[in-house]
């Protein structure tokens, strides 16, 4: 399938041009349909709710849809509000000026009060009209005289003589209940208010014509009288703004939400409604009918435990907005709330819902799947379009990878794709702010969001694809003013390299610098700043660039030091005189290696050799062992032949010995031994060791002394092996120590500060003869250190051992201090044991 739409390896520019188009299109298309659907699924509601469509009510009539529910759920809020406010203002239904308010038991309208307390008692409009214009209060000096000739000489308490909790009753609905309320004047006991004292001026006298002052008698209860009145003065006067602006939202002709509410307290009901047919008598009427009839209601009875809806407002949601009111609400109350759905003539939020529902929701699935359809369109002409960037033919039958558009720096087609568009977005949020056709309509927004998106792909698009042919041709850093800046910045720093003295690399750019950096502040002010800051970041990356790069030589370095040979630096990320250091390390690590290659070449051809001679050797040596071994079975009775034949005998043992020592060693240092690494007790195997030599030791008048530290001491090593180095050091003990001396052997565990356990075997004897030589020499092949080689021996055990030993991953080391001879070889242990196992039975470190 692919192959056939994507059989030519060319397109025209008609085709081209054509799919362009067509992809413009498609995302205009899809950036009107996003629009239209954001706006359309969303509004603000005439009390400045933002209401969301919800997906989920896709196929769900408007009534029953979570939308309905949302704004019947923040209309029943407001409602709720306003008949609360109803019971504080109105009487009869009307709004009633002279009602008067309790100022204490209304700042405490949601608790019980004492039996006894102090308020002051206000018509409800002149607490609001104190409120609108202003508290007074003035700073006064009284004597004690002035004070009591200005407070009471009694307090006035007042005491509610129905004052409890019962049926959801609170202490401000029963300051509300006729005749309930008792006032008694109480002498307080004499305290002297002298001094000085904030006073209220008193801008209206209570329902029983007297002054705060003329309520109480003593200043601490003038205080909080003064605070309870100027509280409830300004919740009142909030309270009555909110009450008109809901009263006016809510009215029967403004609004499609009913409510009836009826409160019944100490036997007189009262009722609050926007229903015009309802203010009057309802006799005969079942209200709930009534409220049925409008479409969607709810019912709501707290005292008979009764509730009612065809919406999907549950009781707890309704009980918990009503529990905002308490001080409002007592049990005895019905609530009826409903939606006229089928007469939404009112221009409420109800109305405006439901014609963004009808505009919007029918559509859904259809919308959603043309903006699916013409995305993916979208996104397959644009691949299509890449793949063949690079490969348009034009009318003359010239096919162009390049196009004259490519010749401009990138950065500036880009900057000039983002100013094309900012400019498209600016006059889109200019409309839509500015031209009510296009904020109000839906449509003419979404087309004018269309229109400006293909303008602005347009230009999008000359940008993108300039980028996808540049890349395609290796042409995108090459025509970018970051390559031309940084080549202008390479050739500056190029001349400051290690052929220049010190003062033109340091002295002199940094002279520069700050010269320039001076300028530029003095010049520009705050841009020269901005440049000033941008140049110190460039040369901070530079820098950088420069220890980044000595890094990596002083990297390489190391690695060649450790012998990592064929390590090489790239000299193409070295900056400024780096490349030459970076060169010059090239240069030494060939040299390097090519002198070890040459080294290992003749290694390699020396053992060679050493090999075949000894190959070479052996045949005839064999012959003559085995020849002389015939003789000394002869019965000769001559001594002096007798003696010929052993020194035969002794010469010709010694060379076979040499020469397969020389194997050996040859086998060694070309890699060419296979070693069988298991784990071994080090301890026995060295008693095992010293048993075997104890005869020898005892033949060249040597006396070995064994200390074991630790009994049991477990090693990796390969035991065939470790028995031929220690075999070759108590061999190098009976050739050249002083006869008559001791020799002492110690195996002993070491813990190092910086690695694990150690084993280390340690053998010390007193030499024959005297030792003027290095101790690194006696490992090196042939050396021995009879140097007058009276002494049997090729030179080569000590050598075999540290070779053998640093094979099986341990160390050798010798120490010579004046005629004491000193072998040291150890190997990581991690399991050993103290003493003798005779007395320990667990004593195991790990």
């Not at 005969?284 to 009839?293: E, M, Q």
């Not at 000299?571 to 002198?595: F, P, Q, T």
Request: some cysteine; proline content about 2%.
């Amino acid at each position: 399938m692919f192959d056939k739409i994507f059989r030519h390896k060319t397109m025209s520019w008609i085709s081209r041009y054509v799919l362009r188009i067509f992809q413009h299109i498609c995302i205009a298309i899809v950036a009107a349909l996003m629009f239209y659907i954001y706006i359309g699924s969303s509004f603000v509601g005439t009390n400045g709710v933002v209401y969301n469509l919800q997906n989920e009510d896709s196929g769900e009539e408007y009534a029953d849809s979570s939308l309905f529910n949302e704004i019947l759920m923040n209309n029943l809020k407001s409602v709720v509000e306003l008949s609360a406010y109803q019971t504080l203002f109105e009487t009869f239904g009307e709004y009633n000026g002279n009602k008067s308010v309790d100022v204490t038991a209304f700042i405490n309208r949601n608790t019980i009060l004492q039996s006894d307390y102090i308020t002051a008692v206000y018509p409800v409009s002149n607490l609001i009209k104190w409120s609108q214009n202003g508290f007074e209060y003035e700073d006064m000096n009284f004597s004690t005289k002035e004070s009591k000739d200005f407070l009471a000489s009694t307090t006035v308490y007042t005491h509610l003589m129905k004052n409890n909790a019962e049926g959801g009753m609170n202490s401000f609905l029963n300051s509300q209940l006729d005749n309930n309320m008792v006032r008694t004047n109480i002498k307080e006991a004499d305290v002297d208010g002298g001094g000085s004292h904030t006073v209220l001026i008193p801008r209206y006298q209570t329902i029983y014509h007297e002054n705060i002052e003329e309520i109480v008698s003593r200043w601490d209860e003038y205080n909080e009288l003064c605070a309870n009145i100027t509280e409830a003065a300004s919740t009142m006067a909030s309270c009555y703004d909110r009450y008109a602006d809901y009263k006016d939202e809510y009215s029967f002709y403004k609004s499609n939400f009913r409510y009836y509410i009826t409160r019944t307290i100490n036997a007189r009901t009262e009722v609050y409604t926007n229903v015009e047919s309802l203010k009057g008598s309802t006799t005969g009427l079942n209200l709930k009918d009534v409220f049925k009839s409008y479409g969607r209601y709810i019912y709501y009875c707290p005292y008979d435990i009764e509730y009612s809806t065809n919406t999907k407002i549950n009781e707890d949601d309704l009980r918990k907005i009503l529990g905002n009111y308490q001080y409002a609400y007592p049990d005895q109350m019905k609530f009826y709330f409903a939606v006229d759905v089928n007469k939404t003539s009112n221009n409420d939020d109800f109305k405006i819902g439901k014609e963004a529902f009808s505009r919007y929701m029918p559509y859904y699935k259809q919308l959603h799947m043309i903006i699916a359809f013409f995305a993916i369109a979208y996104v397959i002409v644009f691949v299509h379009l890449s793949l063949y960037e690079g490969r348009i033919e034009y009318s003359d039958g010239t096919v162009g990878g390049i196009e004259k558009i490519d010749v401009i720096p990138i950065e500036i087609v880009i900057l000039f794709s983002a100013i094309i568009i900012g400019i498209l977005f600016g006059f889109f949020q200019f409309a839509r702010n500015n031209y009510a056709t296009i904020y109000n309509n839906t449509f003419n927004m979404a087309a004018l969001a269309g229109g400006l998106t293909f303008l602005a792909n347009n230009a999008a698009a000359y940008a993108v694809f300039s980028v996808i042919r540049r890349a395609k041709s290796g042409f995108l850093y090459k025509t970018s003013l970051l390559r031309m800046s940084l080549e202008m910045v390479k050739k500056l720093f190029a001349k400051m390299t290690l052929k220049q003295n010190l003062f033109v690399r340091t002295i002199v750019p940094y002279s520069i610098s700050i010269v320039l950096q001076f300028y530029l502040i003095i010049r520009f002010h705050i841009l020269g700043i901005i440049i000033a800051v941008v140049l110190d970041i460039a040369v901070a990356l530079y820098i950088f660039n420069l220890n980044k790069d000595k890094f990596m030589i002083l990297d390489a370095l190391r690695r060649i030091s450790n012998g990592e040979l064929d390590v090489k630096v790239d000299v193409n990320k070295l900056h400024g005189a780096n490349v030459y250091l970076g060169e010059e390390l090239n240069n030494i690590s060939d040299s390097v290696e090519a002198a070890v290659n040459r080294s290992m070449r003749d290694e390699k051809l020396k053992a060679d050799l050493i090999t075949n001679v000894s190959h070479d050797i052996k045949t005839p040596l064999t012959s003559i062992i085995n020849y002389v071994d015939l003789l000394k079975r002869e019965n000769i009775e001559d001594p002096k032949v007798s003696e010929y034949i052993r020194v035969l005998d002794n010469k010709s043992q010694r060379l076979r010995q040499l020469t397969d020592d020389l194997v050996e060693a040859s086998k060694i240092s070309s890699g060419n031994i296979t070693l069988n690494i298991e784990e071994f007790n080090f301890a026995e195997f060295v008693n095992q060791i010293l048993g075997e030599f104890f005869e020898k030791f005892d033949s060249f008048d040597l006396v070995p002394i064994l200390k074991c530290e630790k009994y049991d001491v477990f090693i990796h090593a390969d035991a065939r092996q470790l028995y031929r180095v220690i075999e070759n050091l108590l061999n190098n003990v009976c050739k050249y120590a002083l006869p008559n001396t001791r020799v002492y052997m110690d195996l002993v565990v070491v813990k190092p500060e910086d690695g694990p356990h150690r084993a280390v075997f340690s053998v010390k004897n007193i030499s024959r003869n005297e030792l003027n030589i290095n101790a690194d020499e006696l490992t090196e092949r042939f050396i021995r250190g009879d140097i007058s080689r009276s002494t049997e021996g090729s030179g080569l055990g000590l050598s075999i051992a540290k070779s053998l030993t640093i094979a099986m991953g341990g160390q050798f080391e010798i120490i010579l201090d004046g005629d004491l001879f000193k072998v040291n070889v150890s190997f990581e242990t991690g399991k050993f044991s103290n003493g003798n196992p005779a007395s320990e039975t667990a004593d195991v470190e790990q």
